[in-house]
């Protein structure tokens, strides 16, 4: 039986009934990430699915597929959105009282302070076995760090903080050491990843970048153990 508009948004009682809302794409996408965030935070990436994220949503899991080809590919616009909330960068590249270097070591120090993106990031180690995810997140890291490290750089090249003449080099490198400490991308071990990290540091000072200080060496300290536990429970 066809029923007229009218009766369509009628109930039993002839009361009636509130027409569904549509959301904007835009809106869907960001409820999605927003519920995939939490879910992600309490229960773990492993242990949540696509039906768990869209039923915290609110919306058919059909729904989900219209802005992510899978878990993954949420995974890694949820990491790369979180950045670009809270970025590092846009807190020291006004600080007249910083040079270039000391602007790079307040990084560092900046970016462990943020522990809901850590754990998401040491959540995420497993997944770039895929090496589709894993172009993914290099292409990522490419196109939104490297021009803010070059800035960096340059900057301390000029103030002379920063004496090398690779810094269009460097700021290649940059966002490419954390996938080469990855055990998950390059399998290794606690104290293999710690040598690893050693050659990185030891590599960067001899180019006229030298990263850690007193404030900034217990943090990365800190983080190789946080990467290396990761490692070994993923195998």
Sequence with gaps: MLLTNSQQHRGKEGIPLARPVKKPPEEWKEEILKAAKILFLSKGYQETSISDIMKKAGGAKGMFYRFFQSKEELMCQL???MFLQNNPFDAVRERSDLNGLEKMRELLLLNQRDPQRNTLNLQAMEILKDPQIL????ASNRRLLTPLWLELLEEGQRDGSIQTEYTKELA????????WLQPSVYPATAEEIHHKFRFVVEVFAYMGLPLLDERTAPLSEELLRAISQGGEEGR
């Design 135 to 138: 172009a993914m997140a290099v």
């Design 79 to 81: 990491t790369e959105g």
């Design 172 to 179: 290649q490198l940059l966002p490419l050491v954390d996938f």
